[in-house]
């Protein structure tokens, strides 16, 4: 669905961002995306919609490449991207105007557009904001108006580039809650984040570091690597934290990096106790 084929980009002419990327993403996959500051992560994102194309190799979503000009209008129609500041996103002054722009410019006709504009807000839980002001709502709110502006073009990809970033973390986790639902529903999702507890919650993380692959696979294999990860200046999840020094203290409990996981296999231990 989305394959980066020997991939390198520079921004200067000079230094490569992205250097040898190789990476494949199936359609309804959930990938998180994970590196520091200036290993390629929004770059890479940004190949995906065909805001950058590569220097060298090849980029195909949805079977075109993003380097022919002919298929950019159909790849940004159908990965559609959430940046990490949603004021830069937001074009009208009202949410259904603001959610209704992309849509309405693909050409879609007034009784469906009304009828996408109320889905797409019921999708990311904010029914009856239609008539609210774009610049009266929270940041989290805004957040999802720029997810339901995505929404309504019926994209079969949703792109976040850091959308979580600016957010508190009660932002962050109603957020992920769209996120997920998005994705058991069959969309195929991209989180580029620095936050492990939202990686440990895909289906995937691809580690990013000076531009080329570093991990990929699974969170309970790529993020329980923990010297590794701080090499690249990356935590664990918290829940691998905790499980990894309970287990240093004797307490029996399997590695993980699932909050939910850990609560059950304490709940299990103090049942016996």
Known sequence: MIEFSNVAFSYDGDAFVLDGINLR??????????????????TLAK??????????????????STADESATYFIRSNAGMVFQNPDDQLVASLVENDVAFGPENLGVPADELRERVADAL???????????ETNALSG?????VAIAGVLA????????DEATAMLDPRGRAGLMRVARTLHERGMTVVMITHFM??????????????GHVRLDGPPSEVLTQAALLEHLNLNVP????????LRERG??????????ELKEELCRLLSKA
């Open 25 to 42: 993403i199936e359609r309804g996959q959930f990938v998180c995306v994970l590196g520091g500051n200036g290993s390629g992560k929004s």
């Open 47 to 64: 190949h995906i919609n065909a805001l950058l194309v590569p220097d060298e190799g090849t980029v195909s979503v949805l079977g075109r």
């Open 122 to 132: 019921a999708d990311v839980g904010l029914q009856g904001f239609d008539t609210r």
């Open 140 to 144: 989290g709110q805004k957040q999802r």
């Open 153 to 160: 073009m019926e994209p079969d990809i949703l792109i976040l």
């Open 197 to 210: 507890e939202e990686a440990a919650q895909a289906d995937r993380v691809v580690v990013l570091d000076g």
């Open 238 to 245: 918290f829940a691998c934290r905790l499980s990894c020094l």
């Open 251 to 260: 307490v029996d409990v399997n590695v993980t990096v699932s909050e939910n």
